[in-house]
Nanobody, 125 residues
Framework: QLQFVESGGGLVQPGGSLRLSCAAS????????IGWFRQAPGKEREGISC????????NYADSVKGRFTISRDNAQNTVVLQMNSLKPEDTAVYYC??????????????????WGQGTQVTVSS
């Protein structure tokens, strides 16, 4: 079982920023494409960004494009999601996940078998 932990969530005012990290233990992330997903109460899990194992390909959901930035540091075995200009509708539990599947499908939660425990992000004044 692959293990990784998300961190960096919290409460932030609209327009603020948060930096989420996904740290792997016991395995190396550089073999995997990494996805960030979120799930708000009563809603389905939504793919918001993914990055290829080498970091040369990145996708973003339209809802976060221009505000969120995904990056990976394979030497540190971590993936980071920098979230700027946060909006109340960004409130959700955020998850990272790994897959060796096709990068073209990396925004689909069904392509992932291994998930972190999630970190809560709340955007509210």
């Amino acid at each position: 079982q692959l293990q990784f932990v998300e961190s960096g969530g919290g409460l932030v005012q609209p327009g603020g920023s948060l930096r989420l990290s996904c740290a792997a233990s016991g395995f190396t992330l550089d073999l995997y494409n990494i996805g960030w997903f979120r799930q708000a109460p009563g809603k389905e899990r939504e793919g918001i960004s993914c990055i290829s194992n080498s970091g040369d390909r990145i996708n973003y959901a339209d809802s976060v494009k221009g505000r969120f930035t995904i990056s990976r540091d394979n030497a540190q075995n971590t993936v980071v999601l920098q979230m700027n200009s946060l909006k109340p509708e960004d409130t959700a539990v955020y998850y990272c996940a790994v897959t060796k599947g096709l990068f073209s499908m990396c925004m689909l939660s069904s392509r992932y078998d291994n998930w972190g425990q999630g970190t809560q992000v709340t955007v509210s004044s």
